[in-house]
């Protein structure tokens, strides 16, 4: 039996308990500053397409900046909020999240959902990137060419709750093998990248036929 299937067995024998996230969150829209925005340095801001392209699962410091006075007129996300991109071209896009981790507010643009809440922050994202959500999020997702998730249906979504104990711990596991994943990556790509080098050495080699042809072309003494 795992740490987790026996901390759940003590601390829920009836099972784990499903809550609308409505019961124990809020759901704002993001807003309204624009990639035009962004300046060398300033306040953080999260842009909704970078969730899809830049950043991972979870966040402590932005890319982009925007100044004080955009800042002062956005939208924020508090530490510990997640942050969803409910807009996208396609459906596996839509509703990627990440966790806001930073020490300070930061500002969100349009096309997000800002979500508070008083569980595990790092729990929160896993699950929403989870396939059991997934059923979900196709259930509420409509539009053809742009995907949408309206962030007040999110209210209505079930979400197991287990106490904070079992949560914490199926975040320890989960981050370890998120670490793990990084560093096969790494590991891969530096593989990957020393055999771009090889065949870019021998491809060269075996085609440079340019010394033999000299050699020929050399008059005879």
Not at 66 to 85: I, Q, R
Not at 144 to 151: F, G, R
Request: aromatic content about 10%.
């Amino acid at each position: 039996m795992s740490k987790i299937d026996e901390l759940t067995k003590r601390l829920c024998p009836d099972g784990v308990e499903y809550r609308a996230l409505g019961e124990f969150a809020s759901v704002d829209r993001g807003g309204s500053f624009q990639k035009k925005d962004f300046t060398d340095e300033g306040m953080p801001c999260i842009h909704y397409g970078q969730i899809y392209t830049l950043y991972g699962l979870h966040v402590s410091e932005t890319l982009t900046f925007v100044a004080p006075d955009v800042f002062s007129k956005s939208k924020k996300a508090h530490p510990g909020d997640v942050v969803m991109a409910v807009t996208s071209e396609n459906m596996e896009d839509v509703c990627k999240c990440i966790t806001w981790l930073g020490q300070s507010d930061v500002a969100v643009s349009g096309h997000t959902a800002i979500i508070r809440h008083d569980q595990n922050p790092k729990f929160m994202t896993y699950y929403f990137r989870s396939s059991a959500f997934e059923a979900d999020k196709r259930r509420l997702a409509h539009g053809t060419k742009v995907i949408e998730v309206t962030p007040a249906k999110l209210l209505d979504v079930r979400i197991p709750v287990p106490p904070m104990e079992v949560q914490e711990e199926i975040v320890r596991v989960l981050d370890s093998f998120a670490e793990l994943e990084a560093e096969l990556e790494a590991e891969l790509e530096a593989e990957l990248e020393a055999r771009r080098r090889q065949y870019a050495y021998y491809r060269d080699k075996l085609l440079s036929f340019e010394n033999a042809e000299r050699e020929r072309e050399r008059p005879s003494k």
